[in-house]
């Protein structure tokens, strides 16, 4: 086979760049005939660092430009952070592959306190999450959240000059640059439900472009991305973003598809919490019903008051 070109479109901040460079690295090693270009990107969630994400439009900031360079046909994938990854796509683009999920929990991050419980009384903790604001200070009212931008090591860097007490990050991004040794306890679903499609990593095309998805398909967890399927239908239903403190966590076991989903206000104040289980193939109808029964529960009432 001819030696065959495929063009990449990145965010360029490490974490972004180590996933690229693991799809690319995958894709080699099933295509050694194949080039592979990496096309750098700026989007408006990495230039506006000083606002919290859901006062300027929410995660969809971070893969507008991305969407914009296989359109404008200067790339001919998209490597995404699913959790970052709105539930809309245009019409003429594809989320083709899921890829197998990394740690899909948040780590609790501190220099001076061993895990969540041990914190004091008034501690501040630092996170540009709604969703962990949400279930942190239910659990700790006592708690001062403040926002918490930039990429991983900007993070870490304003833990380590003394601006918080604790932060809280994904895992999966620490330990996907070498950090896990900071992470000082796995926050896990019974503690901080995650984030929709958290650890996960996509690969967005163009939807008729067939000669690309002969190369990346080989790349798609079909497990992981049934739990994505589900989790993302929660926010189809729903409306959700991060704008709002929105949660979703499926799972796949021998009885099938397990979800648990959550809204709650940004207070901490009322969380309200639902199960669901059924077959894998139903896995997006699942989520949608979960994010019904959520309503039906009182989500919509919480969900207006923060719009």
Known sequence: MNKHLLRIATRKSPL???????VRDTLCRFFPELQVELVEMTTQGDKILDTPLAKIGGKGLF??????GLQENRADIAVHSMKDVPVELPDDLLLAVVMHREDPFDAFVSNQYSNLAALPKGSIVGTSSLRRQCQLLEKRPDLQIRSLRGNVGTRLKKLDNGEFDAIILAAAGLKRLALGNRIREILDSEIILPAIGQGAIGIECRRGDLDTRKFIDNLNDPTTQSCVIAER????ELGGGCQVPIAAYAEIDSNGLKMRGLVGDIEGKEVIRHTIRGPVNLAGKLGRLLAVTLREKGADRIL???R
């Open 16 to 22: 972004a760049l180590w996933q690229t460079h693991h």
């Open 63 to 68: 893969v507008k430009e991305l969407e914009r």
């Open 304 to 306: 207006q008051a923060l």
């Open 233 to 236: 239908g929660v926010n189809e």
